[in-house]
């Protein structure tokens, strides 16, 4: 690349030699009873019998199979599906309601038959411990459809339309969509859209006039588990034009150059826009006459910022949203877009922009919106910039007393994605520099996972004359003009032209994961907070590929397979952090991997778990320095927390004082799994740790040492 850094990262490449067989125990595991006694197995089988009866009381389930569901103990979460209930009764799982409850389908009456005999004479002591962690079993009635759509439903009480368009989550079987499409037909609905390429669950679209009495009917339906409202996906904008800009403020490109690369999924860009040059593609998915380039062009040019000037970045120009006289997609279509574009140019560009929003905050679970965004980004090996969502009106109380309105719009909490906020680039009477704007939204997000992560200047407001007035960010205008405008919208491009250039830079070590790791890893904490602002702002991408003098930043990447371990090579311990005979100084690890994820299983969206602990061994025996009791933000309330420890962004902060017994470190990540998934496991991983002291000779005599050494490190050439 031509460029040399002081004090550059190190980068441990993968080797086959991380990779480590994990140990089978060649006894098996038995249950153990969970301390209840169980229920009785005449009320188990009465139970089932009457959950299937139910539903097929109904004409329109006649022949149809049943699902049910069984609740476990409080206590049991953690061992849900390693008893041997579902073993010995041959269930299988098709889904899971809430963070208790699993389902399961009973096909027909002689399934029924057969699952319940085995319930009421099965004799197996594994079988009757694994009764014990049962707190019920039954049908899943609709009333439990109905709690797991409360949002749906808190909408439709104060609703005065007489017709809606309603999403229905469907179970997967083999005759779904045509069943369940039917049905709806039969109850006067048009307009029917089912999602394509969804692997296990089914969502289907329609339009239902007079829609709430027939609420109860849809609901009794065995192959409906969830009822929601679709989101509207849009583009908020203040635009306001100053005076024109002249074409040099536009950078030339340099003949043989290689850039970085960004897609820009938006409104478009005007055609004789001086960003143009930049351009490497275009995609048109709106009918010309249709296309306001606005907000497309403002969002292009912030991504293509450069101090004073717009380049250094070329970006492909993906058209998807239509001016005020047009129809903004629905989801379908918009999925559709991104499965065809995305595949296409996935070699060349690795960080896409969706400054688009949706009418829906975020809830306890992944939408649909978020989950096909996560999807698209393991399979396809890309990052998504996302912006948080603005809140209108502003908001008006203390950021330090948050409150339910200003949450993170959808799809804002895909948990594969960056998230941006926006905070003041200016100080006002309002709001301080670097504080969150007062438009800007928050989380936590789905599983308490921090959203946004990142933020950047998005603009602010200043109060004059009785009235809260927008004073925005500046970029490009569609008329070559100097335009301002205020949004999250403006802040997330920022961060994905850093992204491209960081990509760039990192040369072989560049993955998606290494650079959203290194973005929260190198963020000025300054500004951070968790909650509205994430780890705060990211560095420039060359001061990101930099340490300090007190500081040694090492990336390792790599692909986690099943049945293993990874843990690498020996890493010296510093000796600038050696004094007295004691281990002293701040250790920081940053994992981002991209696991298998399900939304069928909504609270067990994520189906493999990583996680970092560094350490080192002493008489054959592992000890852990940094370990999972070291993560940033983890919540205190054991729920929580229990999903925060799945979560596939993990930053670990541990300040050490310990006997220095160790003249080696070793990072290691291990693997867990949810019992119902059972599909082979690559799950790709970046890790940065960073070794941090008070002396200014840390990074030199690490680096003086390795080279001693003769380790496996290598300096990245950049």
Known sequence: MGKNFKNPILFMEFSENFVKARPVSGVPVKPRTSGYPSISRGTIVRMVKEGFGFYRNFEYNKGLPVVEKFVLRENSLAKSLRYSFLETAKISLIGSAGNTGFLFPVSDDSELERICSVMRFSRSKSFEASLTHIENIGGFYPNEKLEISHNFVKKAVFDKSSGKTIRFKCFPFPDTAETVAGFLNKLGAHSLKIHPQIADSIFIEAYLSDYKPKLTTILNHSYICEISEPEMIEITEHYLRHEDLFSDCVMEKKAGETYPSVGIIDSGVAENSFLRKWESGKELFVEKELI?????????????????????????????????????????????????????????????????????????????????????????????????????????????????????????????????????????????????????????????????????????????????IPKGVFSIGKYNEIAEDTGTSHASPSVAGTAAKLYTLLDKAATVDTVKALLIHKAAGEAADGIYTGWGLPETPEKMMTTDDDTITIIHTGIYKKGSFIETSAVPVPPEMVCNGRFNGTVRITLSYRPPVSIAYAGYYTCVNLKASLGYYKNGKWTGLVTDKHLKYAPADPKAKSDFLWLPLKDYHASVNTACLFENLFLRLTASKRDFFKEPVLVPYAAVISFICKSSSNFKNFKDSIKENNTVFAFLEI
Not at 321 to 344: F, S, Y
Not at 348 to 367: A, M, P, R, V
Not at 433 to 452: I, M, Q
Request: charged share 20%.
């Open 292 to 468: 306001d380039p606005a907000h497309g062009t403002f969002v292009t040019g912030r991504a293509l910022a450069c101090g004073e000037s717009f380049g250094g970045t070329e970006f492909l120009d993906v058209t998807v949203m239509p001016g005020r006289n047009g129809t903004p997609p629905d989801l379908a279509r918009l999925a559709m877009i991104l499965r065809t574009v995305v595949p296409k140019y996935r070699d060349k560009i690795k960080i896409w922009n969706l400054s688009l929003g949706t009418n829906i905050t975020s809830g306890e679970n992944i939408s649909l919106f978020a989950y096909l965004l996560d999807c698209i980004q393991r399979e396809q090996d890309v990052l998504f910039i996302l912006p948080a969502g603005n809140y209108s009106p502003l908001r008006d109380w203390n950021k330090d007393e948050p409150r339910a309105e200003d949450i993170i719009t959808i799809p804002a909490e895909s948990l594969f994605a960056l998230t941006v906020g926006s905070v003041s680039h200016t100080d006002t009477n309002l709001t301080p520099f670097n504080s969150p704007s007062l438009f800007t939204r928050r989380g936590r997000g789905a599983f308490s996972s921090v959203k946004p992560e990142l933020v950047y200047y998005g603009g602010t407001h200043e109060y004059r004359f009785g009235k809260n």
